[in-house]
């Protein structure tokens, strides 16, 4: 795909993977996205996953038949867009690498390159392809510490790395036009909340440091390629990154027999009788099709409000509501509201678990909870006092 008489996409599609970093869904695929500058001398920015091989090297010779590649720019180290560098060596016997100090090691653990195949740039550096320029700017931890951008100065083109990235295939065309952000935004607030969300801070230095670029074209390692629609996708990562939210609610439970489910329903039925925003989420994998802990992490940073039922189990909290607790915790998410739920048969212990949890987060907890015996009844409970403390 030819994106200006420079520049070529040659990324792939991967609609056969199903989890992501061996963790998170794809109901829609993922891209991993690759870019030649074609000049004097010829940069590929970064490569694609191990197993597409053949539809790769095919790309880079639809657009540029059987020239060399003078250099191999390494923005990032994980293996989702490093894992054909051995073969780039092999296959162009001059080729250099170029990397940032931080990424030497990690190039001779993962794939043995040799030092003498790399040219080490650092911040602000330039390499000149001939009539264009690449300039390097360091944005580590997003989402490696040695993760960097490059700026082809000439086209206003940044290719970012995995920051302004989302899940999703792309389309043939790759370039976004009207309405392709709304297709992607759910999908790019997964991305983040489960791949990124860690790493807020650094996500805003970055922004920060490349808020001087006048960026003509967003060019990230997953997912379209931005032309149109720069300022929606770069302010839904500001605001993210600055964990900035609405109001509603998201639901995550897990349920061994229905009851804590029942529960989580008839409060998801209460808040949509109210018209309160929310979004519920089966953790335990019960419902097909479900999410699990990647859409409660998604909505997680849509909401302001995050809703946890867990049955009593073990004398602690299910399992699947353990592991999205523990989700939650890592992603050192700020400003949100907490209330627990959950049945028990002898003795409960979750709900006092999860708050307990919630507030070593420092969630503001709104209530004890509603920790209940065995089966949840509706004429038991007050659902409506309950939804109050959400409005
Ligand atoms: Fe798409 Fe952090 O790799």
């Known amino acids: ?38 000049d004097d001398k010829v940069a590929l920015i970064d490569t694609v996953e191990h197993g597409f091989e053949d539809e790769f090297f095919a790309g880079i010779a639809e657009s540029i038949g059987d020239r060399d590649i003078d250099y191999l720019v390494v923005n990032h180290m994980e293996p989702d867009h490093s894992s054909l560098i051995a073969l780039m060596l092999e296959r162009y016997p001059r080729l250099k690498v170029i990397a940032n100090a931080k990424t030497l090691p990690m190039l001779k653990g993962y794939y043995s390159v040799p030092s003498e195949r790399v040219l080490v740039v650092g911040e602000g550096d330039v390499v000149c392809l001939g009539s264009s320029t690449l300039r390097f700017y360091m944005i580590p931890m997003v989402h490696w510490p040695e993760t960097m951008v490059t700026w082809l100065e000439e086209e206003g083109t940044l290719f970012s790395g995995d920051a302004f990235g989302t899940f999703g295939s792309v389309a043939e065309d790759v370039v976004d036009k009207d309405g392709t952000f709304d297709i992607y935004r759910d999908e790019m607030i997964r991305y983040y909340s489960n791949i990124v969300g860690k790493y807020g801070n650094p996500v805003q230095s970055a922004l920060k440091k490349l808020s001087c670029l006048d960026i003509k ?96 189990y073990n004398n602690g909290i299910f399992p699947p509501v353990e592991t999205f607790m523990k989700a939650l915790s890592a992603r050192m998410i700020k400003g949100r509201r907490f209330y627990a739920f959950g049945s028990y048969t002898w003795s409960g212990v979750s709900v006092r678990q999860l708050n307990g949890l919630a507030e070593s987060m420092d969630f503001e907890i709104l209530g004890p909870g509603l920790s209940f015996p065995q089966a949840y009844a509706a004429e038991k409970f007050d659902m409506k006092a309950i939804a109050d403390l959400f409005a």
């Open 217 to 312: 074209r967003l060019c990230s390692t997953h997912g379209p390629v931005w032309e149109n629609d720069i300022v929606s996708v770069v302010d839904l990562y500001d605001k993210l990154s600055r964990n900035e939210v609405e109001r509603g609610v998201c639901i995550a439970y897990g349920s061994m027999y229905g009851n804590t489910a029942a529960a989580a329903d008839a409060l998801a039925m209460e808040l949509d009788r109210r018209g309160i925003p929310y979004a519920i989420h089966d953790l335990a994998g019960n419902n097909a099709g479900e999410l699990g802990v990647s859409g409660a992490l998604r909505d997680v940073f849509k909401y302001d409000t995050v809703v946890v039922g867990s049955p009593t």
């Open 1 to 38: 795909m030819k994106l200006s008489e420079r520049l070529y996409y040659v990324g792939v599609n991967d609609d056969h993977k199903s989890l992501f970093e061996g963790l998170w869904p794809l109901p829609e695929g993922v891209s991993y996205n690759s870019y030649l500058v074609v």
